[in-house]
Each structure stands twice: as structure tokens, then as C-alpha cells.
């Protein structure tokens, strides 16, 4: 097989695999939580003592993420729950005004590019998004000023806006 029939072969196949996730697409409910969401950086000594007070826990009942790395601790909370903690978090980085924007669509770990696909069409429409991925859905957090514009690009391409 030569050069040129390998790279034909290739760009085929990725043709195919964009093909196959621009249909999933098409299938996906996306969903606009209604609540206001803010990312938190703490280093990991201010993430401990905010462990020492239980008040200071986000809500059992809300949505809420927590990534603890080397680094940092990132927390993504609902306004609620930061209002309740701010306090006692004056070192932290904070940024607001997310939504959250969640694909309802349950996905395989096999599944390649469906994400790739979604910020391709919300980048080339120059929408920043921070990805987030739960065990069997996609989510992104879009700054509300963008969330309309966000949603028009989207619309175009699943199957309902919710």
C-alpha cells in the first residue's frame, strides 16, 4: 500500500468518526442549569481547614464538582453554596458568572471526538467553555453573557434546547 492510499485511508476514517459523533450530536438534549456557577482555586492548606467546618460543605442536593491535583483543589459550586463559604475562603481565585450547560446524552468511554466536535463549533463561533466530564455525560461551563450565542451555534445541531 502506498503513502497516498495510507493517508487516503486515514483522512477516510476520520471522516467516518466525525460522522459518527456529529450524529450522536444530533441526538443530544442539551440542558441549562438554572443557577449561577463560580470555579474556586484554593491551595490544598486552605482546602484543609475549610474541611474542619462541615457548614462550610456544599449542599448534598446541589450540583457541585471538587478536583484535587497536585497544584490546587478546584471546587465548582453554585452561588448558594460560594455565598455560604466565601467567608472563609478570602485567599481564593474566583471566577463567576458560569452556566452550566450539560449534553444529556449518555456516552461510551469509546465515544472519540464528541466533545472535540462541541468546542470546535463553539470556538470557531470564538465561545470560550471549560470542559467538564462526569461519568457518563459532558458538561461545559459558559459565561452567561455568552449563553445565548452559545446555545444559537448549538441549536443547529442537537436534537432539543432545554
Given at each position: 500500500?502506498s503513502?497516498?492510499?495510507?493517508?487516503?485511508?486515514?483522512?477516510q476514517?476520520?471522516?467516518?468518526?466525525?460522522?459518527?459523533?456529529?450524529?450522536?450530536?444530533?441526538?443530544?438534549?442539551?440542558?441549562?442549569?438554572?443557577?449561577?456557577?463560580?470555579?474556586?482555586?484554593?491551595q490544598?492548606?486552605?482546602?484543609?481547614r475549610?474541611?474542619?467546618?462541615?457548614?462550610?460543605?456544599?449542599?448534598?442536593?446541589?450540583?457541585?464538582?471538587?478536583?484535587?491535583?497536585?497544584?490546587?483543589?478546584?471546587?465548582?459550586?453554585?452561588?448558594?453554596?460560594?455565598?455560604?463559604?466565601?467567608?472563609?475562603?478570602?485567599?481564593?481565585?474566583?471566577?463567576?458568572?458560569?452556566?452550566?450547560?450539560?449534553?444529556?446524552?449518555?456516552?461510551?468511554w469509546?465515544?472519540?471526538?464528541?466533545?472535540?466536535?462541541?468546542?470546535?463549533?463553539?470556538?470557531?463561533?470564538?465561545?470560550?467553555?471549560?470542559?467538564?466530564?462526569?461519568?457518563?455525560?459532558?458538561?461545559?461551563?459558559?459565561?452567561?453573557?455568552?449563553?445565548?450565542?452559545?446555545?444559537?451555534?448549538?441549536?443547529?445541531?442537537?436534537?432539543?434546547?432545554?
Amino acid at each position: 500500500m502506498s503513502n497516498l492510499d495510507l493517508t487516503e485511508s486515514a483522512l477516510q476514517t476520520s471522516t467516518d468518526r466525525r460522522s459518527d459523533v456529529a450524529e450522536l450530536l444530533q441526538r443530544t438534549r442539551v440542558e441549562v442549569a438554572p443557577e449561577t456557577y463560580f470555579l474556586i482555586g484554593l491551595q490544598h492548606q486552605e482546602w484543609a481547614r475549610l474541611l474542619e467546618n462541615p457548614e462550610l460543605s456544599p449542599r448534598g442536593s446541589a450540583p457541585y464538582m471538587l478536583l484535587r491535583d497536585a497544584h490546587e483543589v478546584t471546587l465548582l459550586l453554585d452561588e448558594t453554596d460560594w455565598r455560604a463559604m466565601r467567608h472563609a475562603a478570602r485567599d481564593a481565585r474566583v471566577e463567576g458568572g458560569f452556566r452550566l450547560v450539560t449534553f444529556n446524552l449518555e456516552l461510551d468511554w469509546n465515544v472519540v471526538g464528541y466533545l472535540a466536535l462541541v468546542t470546535q463549533l463553539l470556538a470557531e463561533a470564538r465561545i470560550s467553555v471549560g470542559a467538564l466530564s462526569a461519568f457518563s455525560r459532558d458538561h461545559l461551563l459558559i459565561k452567561q453573557d455568552d449563553l445565548g450565542k452559545a446555545l444559537r451555534v448549538l441549536g443547529e445541531h442537537v436534537e432539543e434546547l432545554c
